[in-house]
């Protein structure tokens, strides 16, 4: 099964930035709706931003609204999350996987699939 790779995690002080990328690896992500998802430790995986196929729409999790935005370059195979104003409760490991069943607005990590391994994104105080 085709699995995507998330990458440009990193260590950053509260009110930071950082800008995370997702690829697949042997196949296009043009026609796929391209979610990204966090996971803290001892907390269940939760939905942040999700993106239709062309790039024209896109939804959040209201913890990010403003501060976060989903984009994606289909010629570069690449969808992006930038993160800005971060703060500690942002912390946790991030994946990107997309849309494989429900409709476009799902937030269920199920309606998702190809998972990557995730990069950590840490946030100090």
């Known amino acids: 099964q085709v699995q995507l790779v998330e990458s440009g995690g990193g260590l950053v002080q509260a009110g930071g930035s950082l800008r995370l990328s997702c690829a697949a690896s042997?196949?296009?992500?043009?026609?796929?709706?391209v979610g990204w998802f966090r996971q803290a430790p001892g907390k269940e995986r939760e939905f942040v931003a999700a993106i239709n196929w062309s790039g024209d729409n896109s939804y959040y999790a209201d913890s990010v609204k403003g501060r976060f935005t989903i984009s994606r370059d289909n010629t570069k195979n690449t969808v992006y999350l930038q993160m800005n104003s971060l703060k500690p409760e942002d912390t946790a490991v991030y994946y990107c996987?997309?849309?494989?069943?429900?409709?476009?607005?799902?937030?269920?990590?199920?309606?998702?699939?190809?998972w990557g391994q995730g990069t950590q994104v840490t946030v100090s105080s």
């Open positions: 042997e196949r296009t992500f043009n026609g796929f709706t």
């Open positions: 996987a997309d849309l494989k069943r429900g409709a476009y607005g799902t937030t269920l990590p199920s309606d998702f699939g190809s």
